[in-house]
């Protein structure tokens, strides 16, 4: 029964080693291609893809989400791009990411033309599996909260895609820790179906 015991804590221990690993890979491996708009006044990209978040009652985004609009807004306005891609969560007639997203950046004075919607970015993987269909050959922004970029950077780069990133995070969040302990398993998560080479991923909102 102990040497049992002592087999699991040691299959834990592994596996706990392989998780952290993996992080300190996915985000080793794509810090240096986060920037801030300030740093990029001199450059031009295909597009910005703006990465959805939770709206509320289906018309107003939450306080993430609008922090992403407003940065690429701001990317729009600053000459960066052409090129807004809305890419959410469209799973019902009720719940429409990324027509509230649009629909923001309209208000915010975006002209409806320079807006193109993704209407299957369930989850960070299928955004960027948007990309590699129809951006491959460009270069692109990617815009949300720093520590959900490493991940969507990470993907992009594995999937062939020329993309860099814009920091969205303007304050301090309310569900900071819960974001971090959810992305150390999301980042687990999507290193292995890169490894694996998934064409769609089925989890929604991760």
């Not at 992403?68 to 701001?74: E, K, P, T, W």
């Not at 007639?93 to 409806?112: C, H, L, T």
């Not at 490493?150 to 900071?176: H, N, P, T």
């Amino acid at each position: 029964m102990r040497k049992k015991a002592k087999i699991f804590r040691r299959i834990v221990l592994v596996f706990l080693v392989m998780c952290f690993l993996i992080n300190f890979y996915v985000i080793h491996t794509t810090a240096g291609r986060i920037r801030k708009a300030d740093e990029m006044q001199s450059e031009h990209f295909d597009c910005v893809l703006v990465l959805g978040a939770s709206i509320i009652n289906n018309s107003v985004p939450s306080i993430m989400l609008r922090d992403r609009l407003n940065v690429a807004i701001r990317a729009y306005e600053m000459g960066l791009t052409d090129t807004i891609i809305m890419s959410g969560d469209h799973r019902s007639d009720d719940y429409n990411e990324p027509e509230v997203m649009k629909q923001y950046a309209i208000s915010m004075g975006v002209p409806e033309e320079a807006i193109i919607l993704d209407h299957e970015g369930t989850s960070t993987f299928n955004s960027i599996l948007y990309l590699q269909r129809n951006y491959s050959d460009r270069r692109v922004l990617i815009v949300t909260q720093k520590y959900h970029l490493y991940r969507a950077l990470f993907i992009a780069e594995a999937k062939g895609v020329d993309a860099y990133g814009l920091d969205a995070a303007l304050q301090k969040y309310s569900s900071a820790a819960y974001n971090t302990v959810r992305e150390f398993f999301a980042r687990i998560k999507d290193f292995g179906s890169v490894m694996f080479n998934l064409t769609k991923s089925d989890i929604q909102g991760i």
